[in-house]
């Protein structure tokens, strides 16, 4: 697949459960992949924000953590 204009991965993150770990809720992608995490049941609505940047997500991450 071609990615024009964009950049070819991002982070995503998603709403934490009480158990969640960084590592769950906080992960790097390519179009594909995450493709195959909404075939796979990732909903819209968990997911929090799509960020360029890795330091962004980490940072959003850890703040969703600290606040369960």
């Known amino acids: ?3 024009v204009g964009l950049p070819e991965t991002f982070w995503v993150v998603t709403n934490p459960s009480p158990r969640s770990e960084i590592g769950d809720i906080c992960f790097n992608c390519d179009f594909r992949k995450f493709a195959l995490q909404v075939r796979g049941g990732l909903d819209a609505e968990k997911i929090v924000a799509i960020c360029a940047a890795e330091d962004e997500a980490v940072e959003l991450a850890t703040h969703l ?3 369960m």
């Open 65 to 67: 953590l600290q606040a």
């Open 1 to 3: 697949m071609r990615v």
